[in-house]
């Protein structure tokens, strides 16, 4: 896939207050450029949490030629969320005003801010309509939220592993991993993009145990010698893997796209959630995992009733909430016909 950069012509105003001008938004498409007339589909990937807009290179068994989301036969796309280190306008890019980042200057952003920009590229590139969503977790906030606002662009969509709303359980893990994050001295002394790496580490290592289960981490991470003293293997992949993103993710960008989160209510100034589900038209699909713990298949049980000819399925993995990343036969089984 191809990345390119959006830059908006005048003044976004976010949804919580503040504005910035020039709002940037990267994004990545299939090789051959959309023109008016194209007779492709159109294919659009929403991204979760730390991911970027390339789908490719975080979704590789699904996305690339010849694949379940084909880029040379559809016109495939993927925007990068506000508030990400990866192109989009964010507390990492830089302010035109002081010729600093924005760190903690830069406007809070909600999942219908996100929406919005994302929708400006949509625009920009002359998408009359999107013949197929598909969003996991935080993009599958985004691609609910994206079937109400614009209900007239999205012709399918496939909502995976997320909520129409969040809730404490889910606010809590984000308020502990913020938590982490401003317990690193450095993080509020916003001296350059390395602050808050300490603690971003630990809201990694926090975030990664809400994302997989039991059964996972007992798959996978039993010291190899039984009489051993101390059990050190599955601390030794929490170490790792925030270091991990800490090598690649900045604190600030963390900080604010955990709020992001806590925005997601499909229902605020709709008369709830489930009025708000219930004005969807588009044809949606939901999907859910079975041993999911940060959004456990309820959630998006709820979401297939409340939404006209809605149709849920249900796959299984031992690797809870990141079973979306990992379980590509289960999801392109239910993916494939659905396909245009």
Avoid at 196 to 206: H, K, N, P, T, Y
Wanted: net charge negative.
């Amino acid at each position: 896939m191809i990345k390119h950069e959006y830059i908006h012509d005048g003044i976004f105003e976010f949804e919580a207050g503040g504005s910035v001008s020039g709002l940037k938004v990267a994004y990545h498409t299939s090789e051959r450029p959309w023109q008016k007339g194209d007779e492709r589909k159109v294919i659009w990937i929403c991204h979760a949490l730390t991911a970027n807009s390339d789908a490719q290179d975080w979704w590789p068994e699904l996305v690339g030629p010849g694949k379940l989301f084909d880029t040379e036969r559809y016109f495939v796309v993927c925007a990068n969320m506000l508030g990400s280190p990866y192109g989009s306008s964010g507390p990492s890019q830089t302010d035109p005003q002081t010729g600093r980042p924005y760190f903690l200057d830069f406007p809070k952003i909600t999942v219908r801010d996100i929406v919005r920009a994302n929708d400006l590229v949509r625009e920009h590139l002359g998408i009359e309509k999107i013949d197929f969503m598909v969003g996991g977790s935080i993009g599958g906030f985004q691609s609910i939220e994206w079937s109400i606002m614009k209900p007239e662009v999205i012709e399918k969509a496939v909502y995976i592993a997320c909520g129409a709303r969040v809730t404490p359980w889910l606010s809590a893990f984000n308020e502990s991993m913020r938590m982490a994050l401003e317990a690193d001295p450095t993080f509020r002394e916003c001296a350059d993009l390395h602050g808050g790496e300490a603690g971003l580490r630990c809201a990694r290592s926090i975030a990664l145990i809400s994302y997989r289960s039991y059964a996972g981490y007992n798959a996978t991470q039993w010291e190899k010698d039984e009489d051993c003293l101390f059990a050190g293997k599955a601390g030794s992949y929490q170490r790792y893997q925030g270091k991990k993103l800490s090598d690649r993710f900045d604190a600030y960008s963390y900080w604010y796209l955990c709020g992001s989160v806590d925005s997601n209510n499909v229902g605020r100034g709709r008369g709830g959630v489930e009025a708000a589900l219930g004005t969807i038209t588009t044809d949606c699909t939901v999907i859910g995992i079975d041993s999911d713990g940060l959004f456990p298949v309820q959630e998006q049980k709820l979401i297939a009733s409340c939404i006209p000819g809605a149709r849920y399925h249900e796959i299984t993995s031992k690797f809870g909430h990141d079973g979306f990343l990992l379980e590509n036969d289960q999801l392109t089984a239910i993916i494939a016909p659905l396909l245009p």
